[in-house]
């Protein structure tokens, strides 16, 4: 990543042929690039329409807004050139630009600047590309969430207890000689009890905002002929799957994205569960019952006449999971005990109505909840995973040498702190700025 002193400028709208065209601009150069263009004098924030020009040619008529730092989006000197979207108007603006050394910015540095001069912290940051990347209602109100401070509130206040802890801890040994309660560093204990108790309830809920970000992942599962690839038809409503009635015809896991409810959810289709000597879909089985395993909810379809004796998707349906009796037009399916059940013909449409509600009442108490998740990206994991540990060692600690506890304390306070990116970023900041789009 360049330097803060370079002058920066992106493409703010996809490319490619269109009405409006957005050029951002950021840094010190912002004001001398717009005078050199023909478009000096700005009123801050308001729209004007200028002429502008370049090396005695007329680049476009271009709405231009000029926003003066520290009140901008990055924290520096900012403009807007709102041009007409045709290519060849786009590549003369930037040819002008890089002629007058304002450079091409790099992935997400529009964001890393605002990040660096302190307009927002680093789990805002990473909330600015989940609401660029949303496409169902949850992903946006989650984004919306952490970006207004909701995520970083969350980590403020588990900072916050640790250090009232730590506070008690280094008072006594840093003033041992003064007027202190003796045994103060143990009345830390209740606290940090507290604190190791909500880091382990933030980690038990860590895959909910996960989910909501990734999607939700769904894998229908059962053996041959029992009609999961018709049923994953039905579902995504399109002919996504080969449906035939020769056995073992889905021979790979087919995925495909849907939205249920306002969540996102990944469908999967597996190959149907039995021994097989052929290679190939010996390896589709394998490929179902990894995929299975790490499922968020398996849908076990069964049908009449299929199969003898016990399913071998037995094995990875679990009790909070739904049994599918499948072709209830051509026979009765006795359920499993144990399991939720729901019987649907996807010939008939019978029950496909009932499934997709059940779907969604399944992701809405899944995903909802009344506070905001602790964690949506796995580096937040981590350092919640850290914290802990070191939570846990201190407390450990704090009956035999207050001064260990105190070590593991500050390590704990540090691993909270990186989420936010309050301390030790900056091996960090390439791995959380490398995903953003160019024009942010």
């Not at 069964?302 to 009790?319: C, K, M, N, Y």
């Amino acid at each position: 990543m360049s330097s803060n002193t370079d002058t920066i400028f992106a493409l703010a709208t996809p490319p490619g042929r269109a009405a409006i065209a957005i050029l951002r601009l950021s840094g010190p150069g912002v004001d001398g690039a717009l005078t050199a263009l023909g478009a000096g004098g700005l009123t801050p924030r308001l729209a004007s329409l200028r002429t502008l020009h370049h090396d005695g040619e007329m680049v476009d008529q271009a709405l231009v807004l000029r926003f003066p730092g520290p009140n901008s989006y990055t924290g520096e000197d900012s403009a807007e050139l709102h041009l007409h979207g045709g290519r060849a108007v786009v590549e003369a603006a930037c040819r002008a630009l890089i002629a007058l050394d304002v450079r091409p910015a790099e992935p997400g540095e529009f964001t890393r600047r605002a990040f660096q001069n302190g307009r927002m912290d680093l789990a805002q940051a990473e909330a600015v590309a989940d609401l660029i990347d949303a496409e169902t209602s949850a992903q946006k109100s989650q984004a919306l969430g952490q970006l207004d401070g909701a995520l970083s509130a969350a980590y403020a206040g588990f900072r916050r207890d640790l250090l009232k802890a730590l506070s008690l801890v280094e008072a006594e040994i840093d003033f041992p000689d003064e007027e202190v309660p003796d045994n103060l560093a143990r009345t830390a204990g209740p606290v940090l009890d507290q604190l190791a108790a909500d880091l382990r309830a933030a980690l038990a809920d860590s895959d909910r905002g996960r989910r909501v970000r990734e999607g939700y992942r769904i894998v229908l599962i059962g053996e041959t002929n029992a009609g999961k690839s018709s049923l994953f038809n039905a579902l995504t409503a399109r002919e996504a799957a080969i449906v035939t009635p020769i056995a073992g015809t889905t021979r790979d896991v087919l995925d495909a994205e849907l939205m249920i409810g306002g969540y996102a959810v990944t469908l999967s289709d597996t190959a149907g569960l039995r021994d097989s000597d052929d290679l190939v879909e010996a390896e589709g089985i394998r490929r179902a019952r990894q995929r299975a395993e790490g499922a968020d909810l398996r849908l076990w379809v069964r049908a009449p006449g299929v199969g003898q004796g016990e399913d071998p998707a037995s094995a990875f349906a679990l009790a909070d999971d739904l049994q599918i009796l499948n072709k209830a037009d051509l026979g009765a399916v006795v359920a499993a005990e144990g399991m939720e059940a729901l019987s649907l013909s996807t010939a008939s449409g019978q029950g496909l109505a009932e499934l997709h509600d059940w779907i969604a009442a399944r992701l809405a108490r899944d995903l909802s909840g009344a506070d905001f998740p602790a964690v949506t990206r796995e580096r937040h994991r981590r350092r919640l995973v850290e914290a802990l540990a070191a939570v846990e060692g201190g407390r450990r600690a704090l009956d035999l040498a207050p001064e260990m506890a105190g070590d593991d304390l500050r390590r704990a306070a540090d691993a909270l702190a990186r989420v936010t990116g309050a301390i030790g970023v900056e091996d960090i900041l390439g791995e959380v700025f490398s995903t953003f789009c160019i024009g942010k």
